[in-house]
């Protein structure tokens, strides 16, 4: 069996369908990419990128891209005019400039290759203009040009845009996976002091099926970082299991006050608290914040429904307000508040 795009890890049927269409010739001419930030979208589209131009594409005796000849070796080095990556740079989004540049750029002759590669990160970032522009180039393309779509949502995008594409969503990996990939390429990291194994599953669990995550979380300073975020969260959720107010206000007291940390923390309570609702409806749920139903403390197992429901509750009014800019210190407060209510439901 020919391999397919092997430098993407998993997302077997993708790479399958993908290198097969490229084999025969007719890879769409816009493919959307969605996936979480480090699920390999980048890799994938420059495996696009080489696969079609490989010399070998329709040599089955070849692995495609075979990454020994000349087109293989332009697209890896990053060498060929034919494959362009925009982005929006230190830009909040990628404007219509951008995109009128494309088109008069794909106007001109074919240099090297016949065909030509425009790859967009954060694609999610155009704005209307832009998009409504590439769908343009996307509706009369003037050469063969093909469109890469890189975003972490597909939805955020025009629907005139997403139903002219080709939608390839990227694989979410479980922690499990995630372990055995980095065992094989980085098994340093993985194994780096000072955590625990709990640790390290805690932290790939963090990484909720994104590879590139689970790289960035596992760095020394990232590791510290996590374990003091995911203490802050766990000290409001042990808060609830006792009755009395002091340690709530503790808990409180330690989330952080820049808004965007504070709404980090809230956001990571809301997956410890769904985690939580979760196992009380079943054994064996999916889990987010936690490895597993068996590293939850049975303190925090104990808390009733009702009231889980009720901080629940409470951490989504808390975001609203933050998202609305309220002032933080009456956003923690009247959010003390609300969980010392939770607190008495039992
Ligand atoms: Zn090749």
């Known amino acids: 069996m020919r391999e397919y795009l092997s430098a993407v890890f998993g997302n077997r049927e993708s790479r399958l369908a993908l290198g097969k269409s490229i084999e025969e010739g007719r890879l769409s001419h816009a493919i959307l990419i969605e996936g979480a930030e480090g699920s390999g979208k980048s890799t994938l589209a420059k495996e696009l990128a080489m696969a079609s131009l490989c010399e070998h594409r329709t040599d089955p005796s070849y692995p495609l891209p075979c990454r020994r000849c000349r087109a293989c070796h332009l697209v890896e080095e990053n060498l060929t005019p034919d494959v362009h990556v925009l982005s929006r740079g230190d830009k909040a989004t990628i404007g219509v400039e951008a995109v009128r540049e494309v088109r008069a750029d794909a106007m001109l002759s074919a240099t090297e290759f ?20 590439l769908l343009k180039v996307m509706e009369e393309p003037p050469t063969e040009i093909k469109i890469l779509l890189l975003t972490t949502s597909a939805d955020a995008m025009l629907t005139t845009v997403r139903s002219r594409a080709r939608l390839v969503r990227m694989q979410r990996f479980s922690p499990g996976e995630i ?5 094989e390429k980085a098994p340093a ?18 990484a909720q099926g994104s590879i590139g995550s689970a790289l960035a979380l596992l760095s020394p300073q990232s590791r510290e970082a996590v374990a003091k975020k995911r203490a802050e969260v766990l000290s409001v959720i042990q808060a609830l299991s006792t009755r009395t107010y002091t340690p709530i206000l503790n808990a409180i007291g330690n989330l952080p ?20 609702v979760l196992l009380k ?66």
């Open 189 to 206: 990291l993985l194994n780096a002091a000072p955590a625990s194994a709990t640790d390290t599953e805690t932290l790939l669990t963090a």
């Open 257 to 276: 006050t820049k808004r965007d940390e504070l709404s980090d923390a809230l956001l990571l309570l809301h997956t410890a608290l769904r985690d939580l």
């Open 281 to 346: 409806r079943t054994d064996d749920p999916p889990m987010t914040f936690f490895p597993s139903p068996d590293a939850v403390p049975s303190t925090m197992r104990d808390i009733s429904l009702v009231a889980l429901l009720a901080v629940v509750k409470a951490t989504e009014e808390a975001l609203e307000e933050i998202e609305k800019n309220a002032n933080v210190t009456t956003v923690q407060a009247l959010f003390g508040s609300r969980l010392r209510e939770a607190q008495k439901v039992r």
């Open 114 to 133: 016949d065909q030509r590669f425009y790859i967009f990160q954060d694609a999610e970032s155009m704005t209307v203009q832009a998009q409504n522009a």
């Open 179 to 183: 372990a055995a990939y980095l065992k």
